[in-house]
């Protein structure tokens, strides 16, 4: 079982390591509205902003059209390298678990079991 395990986990590594240019986040649309000098409203965009969240506060960069092909790229990317994290998390769980079954002592059938409750001895 160990031997599969760390076969899984090279594997998990090796995908891992092909990946190259990954983000975090969503990219976002935005528009602006104003009023003109005639009082018509106008609409302004498409904006588009690459948003994600580092150590616990929110980032945001707009992005130019030109990259915004290369930006979806690569947030799909990040969501890959993310599900490969996570696959990765639960090899090395399933590991540390294993390592803890091996180290459990076995009771010795000499003893009686903890929830018995001995016999009250006659006088």
Not at 76 to 100: H, M, N, P
Request: glycine share 4%; aromatic share 6%.
């Amino acid at each position: 079982m160990a031997t599969t395990l760390a076969t899984r986990k090279a594997a998990v590594l090796e995908r891992l390591m092909a990946i190259d240019g990954a983000r975090r986040g969503q990219l976002s649309t935005q528009y602006y509205t104003h009023k003109t000098v005639d009082g018509r409203k106008v609409r302004q965009g498409p904006y588009y902003v690459w948003q994600r969240y580092v150590r616990g506060q929110k980032r945001s960069i707009r992005v130019s059209r030109q990259q915004i092909d290369r930006v979806q790229t690569e947030l799909a990317r990040g969501r890959e390298v993310q599900s490969i994290l996570d696959e990765l998390w639960a090899i090395l769980e399933k590991t540390a678990t294993q390592q803890d079954e091996h180290l459990k002592k076995k009771p010795s059938r000499s003893m009686p079991p903890v929830n018995v409750k001995p016999k009250p001895r006659s006088i």
